[in-house]
């Protein structure tokens, strides 16, 4: 099939953002976010006021997408839509909105795994960022996923480890309820490391065999550490709270490069793309690019507004798939677990 002038609509609704991207050629023309601030109030996403957030969100950010793409929707040849993992009712809301689109203009539907989105997001024509080469590692890591998974092509995926418990995003966000930060707590902790010393307090690394990760048994750790310190200290989370925020982000990324490193042992590639909302983490993309040369990487990673959940990452597997003519039937349903 012709690569020339390929439209590509992609929509992700998988959790809290109601995004919308269009894509021409593999470039990026739009990518927009609605975000939803009402699950600060409760420190996490509340899925029903998600839903319907995305219900309320949904047709002006494909409207605003559109227009700022300067593309009319009979312009489009496909929609791109996340069929999971994630939130069901929120990704009920993209799959009935995409199938209804699609049929309407009478174009192919392109269901999408959202994790396959966070890697291949590296793929998108982007100037100044390198695209990683087949067979490559990929880690992904968000507020609901940790995983390293051996990418062989495009569609060819193997997870070669993954979280047991908690996922690295919840392990920030936890450990920031513990020391009474917002919600979300990562990017916060990130910001007080820089002003923290990472070795001020040590936290034992959770004993996993193989390449799986967990991080519950760390979150535990912290809350019986602070409860400690405030008994003898009132105050004591207040005038440390640097060098803990430090500390615990020292040992999160100890915890992720250690598995890296086996990884990248085990299977001999020493190319590393990481993806997801907590690889915007400076210290992670910090001890990635110590990796190029204490281990001889070479490290991608993907321009900051496609690393959290966004479209244009959906809109770049809309477009491989295009390309391959892999399409979705009329009757194709949202999976909340769906696997690579």
């Known amino acids: 099939m012709s690569s020339q002038n390929i ?6 609704s998988s959790c809290d953002d109601t995004a919308a991207s269009v894509m021409h050629n593999g470039k990026i023309l739009s990518n927009v976010i609605a975000n939803q601030k009402i699950h600060e109030e409760y420190g996490g996403v509340v899925p029903e006021l ?17 227009k700022k793409a300067n593309v009319t929707k009979e312009q489009l040849n496909a929609i791109a839509f996340t069929r999971g993992p994630g939130l069901m009712g929120s990704l009920l809301v993209g799959t009935s909105f995409a199938k209804s689109l699609a049929y309407g203009l009478d174009i192919p539907l392109i269901d999408v795994n959202h994790m396959q989105g966070h890697i291949l997001a590296h ?3 982007e100037e100044g ?7 490559f590692l990929a880690m992904t890591i968000s507020g609901g996923h940790t995983q390293i998974v051996k990418v062989n092509d495009y569609f060819d995926m193997d997870v070669i480890g993954e ?20 919600y979300p707590a990562g990017p916060e902790i990130d910001k007080r490391a820089k002003l923290g010393n990472p070795k001020a307090f040590k936290f034992t690394k959770p004993k996993v ?7 519950s048994g760390l979150k535990t750790a912290i809350l019986y550490f602070v409860q400690k310190e405030t008994k003898a200290n009132p105050n004591f989370v207040e005038e440390n709270l640097n060098d803990i925020c430090a500390s615990i982000q020292h040992t999160i990324i100890g915890i992720l490069i250690d598995k890296l490193k086996k990884a990248s042992k085990e299977t001999g590639i020493k190319h590393i793309a990481i993806g997801g ?3 915007a983490n400076s210290g ?5 690019k110590d990796g190029e040369k204490k281990f001889g990487w070479t490290t991608y990673v993907p321009k900051f507004e496609f690393t959290t959940d966004n479209a244009a990452m959906i809109a770049i597997v809309g477009h491989l798939k295009y390309l391959q003519e892999d399409f979705a039937e009329q009757d194709v349903v949202a999976s909340a677990r769906l696997k690579i």
């Open 7 to 12: 439209y590509i609509l992609g929509i992700e």
């Open 123 to 125: 793929f998108i024509d």
């Open 277 to 279: 909302g907590v690889s």
């Open 163 to 182: 979280t047991i418990d908690d996922a690295v995003g919840e392990a920030f966000d936890k450990s920031g309820k513990i020391l009474g930060l917002g």
């Open 209 to 215: 065999d193989g390449l799986n990760f967990s991080f």
């Open 129 to 135: 960022y390198e695209k990683p080469p087949l067979p």
């Open 50 to 66: 998600a839903s319907r957030a995305h219900q309320q969100n949904i047709v002006p950010v494909v409207h605003q997408a559109l």
């Open 284 to 288: 992670i993309r910090q001890a990635l």
